[in-house]
């Protein structure tokens, strides 16, 4: 059920920023697609292993640095995307938010 949700979260959050501000722009939608896929599953494994043992703040924090950074690289594997920093950095927050506010449910429901 995480991964699913995930994907839908992350889906949603990228591509309403694609749509209300711009500064996402890819030549292709198999950028957004696969990072969307990278996400849930680096975040699905993470959430399993690194959640556990460093906390939600350090592992929120790895996770948002994770995502601004692939945000923003993605334009240079697809040729003619273009990716301002400061929509990367400010998208990625965003999805560490909302990682946050899930974190806090998948520790309570760890613990018992």
Known sequence: MNFLLKLVIYSTVIHGVHLLVG????????????????????GHFADRWILPKWGNFPAT????????????????????????????????????????????DLLRVQRG
Request: a neutral charge; hydrophobic letters at 60%; zero cysteines.
């Open 61 to 104: 924090a790895a996770g948002t640095a994770y995502m601004i950074a692939w945000l923003w690289a993605t334009q240079f594997l697809f040729p003619g995307s273009e990716v301002r920093f400061p929509v990367a950095f400010v998208t990625g927050l965003v999805l560490g938010i909302v990682e946050f506010r899930m974190h806090v």
């Open 23 to 42: 500064g996402l722009n890819y030549t292709t939608m198999l950028a957004p697609m696969g990072l969307v896929l990278l996400f849930a599953v680096t």
